[in-house]
């Protein structure tokens, strides 16, 4: 199975940073990485796809990049509902695998 | 507005069965490619498994694969779960996902667009 590791699993960040976290795949998988935001208690959201491409009404502060084995997620101003758990989600081969998770705190 | 509602979550022993049902409404069920993705108590997210439209065909991960079982009833717009030979380590929330695609040129990128609220599936004797 192919595994995704994200780095660091967590940080801490103040409002208005700019954060950025990466995800790693065991092997190339192209562009086929997905970015999924996570609040306490909720259901994953779908924030990127692709590796880049924004979903619809996901704030433009989220970009995504990478492609091949290591892509990053950037938030360019670390909003207060900015603070969750990032995770990163490989649609390249079966069986589908996610990264561990990021999680953003306030410092 | 899309919903995705599930049902069938609660305590169960271990070794015993357990079925979750998701019904869908606001989007074309019978044409979306769903999954089951779980996530243990303080843990990360694990898909579970797919079903394909059409055939019906289901891939699982391998933690579940011969005990868990994906299918479909596009007649009434519901998802089911059915997972027999339960251990403690299943014990997880459990999402359903209707699944989105984007294709590009020659490649289709496929995501988790939409997921359900969660049911707490417990396995405890």
């Known amino acids: 199975d192919l595994q995704m590791t994200q780095s660091p699993s967590s940080l801490s960040a103040s409002v208005g940073d700019r954060v950025t976290f990466t995800c790693r795949a065991s092997?190339?998988?192209?562009?086929?990485l997905n970015w999924y935001q996570q609040k306490p208690g909720k259901a994953p959201k779908l924030l990127i796809y692709a590796a880049s491409s924004l979903r619809s009404g996901v704030p433009s502060r989220f970009s995504g990049s990478g492609s091949g084995t290591d892509f990053t997620l950037t938030i360019s101003s670390l909003q207060p509902e900015d603070f969750a758990t990032y995770y990163c989600?490989?649609?390249?081969?079966?069986?589908?695998?996610f990264g561990g998770g990021t999680k953003v705190e306030i410092k | 507005e899309v919903h995705l509602v599930e049902s069938g979550g609660g305590l169960v022993k271990p070794g015993g069965p357990l079925r979750l049902s998701c019904g869908a409404s606001?989007?074309?069920?019978?044409?979306?490619?769903m999954s089951w993705v779980r996530q243990a108590p303080g843990k990360g997210l694990e898909w579970v498994g797919r079903?394909?439209?059409?055939?019906?065909?289901?891939d699982y991960a391998g933690s579940v694969n011969g005990r868990f079982t994906i299918s479909r009833d596009d007649s009434k717009n519901t998802l089911y779960l059915q997972m027999n030979s339960l251990k403690t380590e299943d014990t997880a929330v459990y999402y359903c996902?209707?699944?989105?695609?984007?294709?590009?040129?020659?490649?289709?990128?496929?995501?988790?667009?939409?997921w359900s609220q969660g049911t707490l599936v417990t396995v405890s004797s």
């Open positions: 606001g989007f074309d069920f019978s044409g979306t490619w």
């Open positions: 996902t209707a699944e989105g695609s984007y294709c590009r040129s020659t490649s289709c990128y496929v995501y988790f667009v939409y």
């Open positions: 989600q490989q649609s390249y081969s079966t069986p589908v695998t």
């Open positions: 092997q190339s998988i192209s562009n086929y």
């Open positions: 079903i394909k439209t059409k055939t019906g065909t289901a």
